[in-house]
Nanobody, 115 residues
């Protein structure tokens, strides 16, 4: 049974940082492209960042380039999203996604950026 469990969300002031984590189980993590998406209130879910199976290639939405970093630890079945210089427009529920032939989503972790 595939499971993706995100953690690390919370309330942070503008300019602050958070690190999100997603622990995966039920599939071969090291053979799976992983991504982070987010969905802000009233908006569609959007891709934030993705990382290749080995971690050697990453892609980012223009809105987060230079501020967010995606990484993975294949030995621990973890994917991370380091978020720096957070702004109110980063407020959203952040989801981890695994593409294994089928698409699997975590339950999401809420990030609120507010003073």
């Amino acid at each position: 049974q595939v499971q993706l469990v995100e953690s690390g969300g919370g309330l942070v002031q503008p300019g602050g940082s958070l690190r999100l984590s997603c622990v995966a189980s039920g599939f071969t993590f090291s053979s799976t492209v992983m991504s982070w998406y987010r969905q802000a209130p009233g908006k569609e879910r959007e891709l934030v960042a993705s990382i290749s199976k080995s971690g050697g290639n990453t892609n980012y939405a223009d809105s987060v380039k230079g501020r967010f970093t995606i990484s993975r630890d294949n030995g621990k079945n973890l994917v991370y999203l380091q978020m720096n210089s957070l702004a109110p427009e980063d407020t959203a529920v952040y989801y981890c996604k695994a593409l294994t032939g089928k698409v699997y989503w975590g339950q999401g972790t809420r990030v609120t950026v507010s003073s």
